[in-house]
């Protein structure tokens, strides 16, 4: 009797300890499920956050993101990297479907509280949360394709932007747009201010070249790859890649921004590959780091864990090609075709708005156009060293006609600040207008004082920049089906929306949507 009441006793024990573990994994569990309800509330409630600060601030990412941080704090999540982490990430502006579009994420992880889950786990448990948020705006009277200064739309070729030979692209207030793979050598550069490098397929930087962003972010929705001895420098902005980024003796130096991949990070090259100033780095991938000397560069912040973290979502920016009336010409004289001469002794020119054939200038001469709309249905030639001033004036390049200045001529040329044609269309702001549909040519070979200003569309056209000298771009836009730009020529480019061709209509709407 005494033995079997013992062993009652040890099972009824047994029982008892089994009977606390489930009832302690049963507290613990609601307190968990509890902690994360209230996590999921404070990301959706931070996204929401950066989202009303993203608008009411001017678009500013840096003062969207602390605004949340600060709400995150508020609501008991510090962001002391021990108990909880908070990353609030903001990626814009794209174009989607004529709107313009920024999409805000928040990570929120921290330690759960337990009680009884401690006698049989030592590890501390964590959970994370996730909130996205899509932020759209409905652009009326904006310019095309908002907030891009340099736009290819062919995305048939292989590489729709190219600049080779030295030539080199400065864009301030402006991004630059590329809807196929993009490949920059020889020691080009490219700096953008105030707007993103857009790539929609892969990047290929080698041979010493070197991207710039000023509060922009380098996006590429394929792979990444970085070979021989080139740098990316990012003031402010971000480094996202949806596909593997291979590193292999190229400097990135971060300037406070971060570095995202959707697949494999590869770090490859020794002491020559260096990541610097970066305030975070995720790989959804692997981390890959084939040689052992590569530097681990303190001034770093490394998401822990390095690598196997959930994709940051890189929303497709590909935009809509608007379209745009036909300008009206039908009240316009006709003067066919124009071609400067010599036989009066003047070495000067002068033209009035209208229809023509062609225009041609040359021999050293040159051309003053009068203010107003030029309907060219066949070529417009600048050669021989020709100038031509063109100030408030819009020219539609009809019919497949080509646009061409060699020789080292200067064309100083500003679009119309308002002008409208016969039907009612407003044209205020655009430059160039290449008539879809035909394969045409415009190529810039200025002198060292053309300046441009107004917005050049030529959606299907083959736009080349060359000669070694620097047009001035002033308060422009160039979108082309594909850009070149070659010949140890600087393309410098201002971008201002306000000042270009404004392609929408109505009030702008903003709509706030959860992705998930």
């Known amino acids: 009797m005494i033995k079997g009441k013992g062993q009652s006793i040890v099972i009824f024990a047994l029982v008892l300890v089994g009977l ?13 499920l509890t902690e994360k309800s209230q996590s999921q509330a404070v990301s959706d409630a931070i ?61 929120i992880t921290s330690k759960v509280s ?35 200064g340099i736009v290819a739309l062919d995305g048939g070729v292989n590489y729709p932007i190219s600049n080779t030979g030295g030539a080199d ?18 020691g080009t550069e490219i700096h953008t201010e105030g707007g993103p490098i857009y790539i929609e397929s892969d990047l290929d930087l080698s041979g010493g070249a070197k991207l710039y962003t000023d509060g922009g972010d380098i996006i590429t929705q394929q792979s990444c790859k970085l070979t021989g001895g080139s740098e990316i420098h990012l003031a402010g902005g971000n480094l996202y890649s949806n596909g593997d980024l291979t590193n292999h003796s190229v400097a990135i130096y971060g300037g406070g921004g971060k570095l995202f991949t ?12 260096k990541i610097l100033e970066m305030t975070y780095i995720q790989a959804s991938g692997d981390f890959k780091i084939p040689y052992q000397t590569f530097p681990v560069n303190t001034c770093v912040t490394w998401v822990t864990p390095l690598s196997g973290m959930p994709p940051v979502t890189i929303p497709s920016s590909t935009p809509s090609i608007p379209t745009l009336p036909e300008p009206d010409c039908s009240d316009l004289p006709y003067y066919g075709d124009f071609s400067g001469t010599t036989w009066d002794g003047d070495d000067k020119d002068y033209i009035q708005p209208g229809n023509y054939d062609s225009i041609t200038e040359g021999s050293g001469r040159t051309l003053y156009m009068a203010p107003g709309l030029y309907c060219v249905s ?11 001033t063109a100030n408030e004036v819009f020219v539609y390049m ?20 308002s002008l409208t044609d016969a039907s009612g269309n407003e044209w205020g702001g655009m430059a160039m207008f290449f008539e879809p549909g035909y394969n045409s040519k415009l190529s810039m070979e200025g002198g060292s004082n053309s300046n441009y200003s107004g917005t050049f569309y030529a959606p299907e056209t083959t736009c080349k920049i060359t000669g070694g000298v620097a047009p001035e771009l002033n308060n422009s836009q160039i979108i082309c089906g594909t850009i070149t730009v070659t010949g140890g020529t600087t393309l410098g480019m201002v971008y201002d929306g306000d000042l270009l061709y404004q392609g929408g209509n109505g009030t702008p709407i903003i709509t706030l949507e959860f992705v998930d």
Do not use: C
């Not at 606390?20 to 968990?32: E, H, K, L, N, W």
């Open 169 to 186: 692209i400065y864009t301030g207030g402006g991004g630059i747009y590329n809807p196929n793979n993009f490949k920059t050598s020889g």
């Open 47 to 107: 996204s929401l956050t950066a989202a009303q600060t993203l608008i009411s601030n001017g678009f500013s990412n840096n003062v969207a993101i602390n605004a949340a941080l600060n709400q995150a704090s508020n609501e008991g999540f510090n962001n002391d990297g021990v108990d909880n982490s908070v990353d609030v990430v903001i990626t814009g502006p794209f174009t989607e479907n004529n709107a313009t579009v920024y999409y805000i994420n928040s990570n």
């Open 114 to 148: 337990t009680t009884f889950a401690q006698l049989f786990i030592q590890q501390s448990l964590q959970q994370s949360t996730h909130s996205q948020l899509r932020v759209q705006i409905l652009t009326g009277n904006g310019p095309l394709f908002d907030g891009y």
């Open 378 to 388: 066949g070529d417009f030639k600048i050669t021989g060293g020709a100038d031509v």
């Open 398 to 417: 009809s019919h497949g006609g080509d646009f061409t200045i060699t020789g080292g001529g200067d064309l100083v040329h500003s679009a119309p600040t």
């Open 262 to 273: 959707n697949g494999d990070l590869i770090l490859q090259g020794g002491e020559a590959t």
């Open 20 to 32: 606390m573990g489930f009832v302690g994994f049963a507290v613990d569990g609601g307190m968990a």
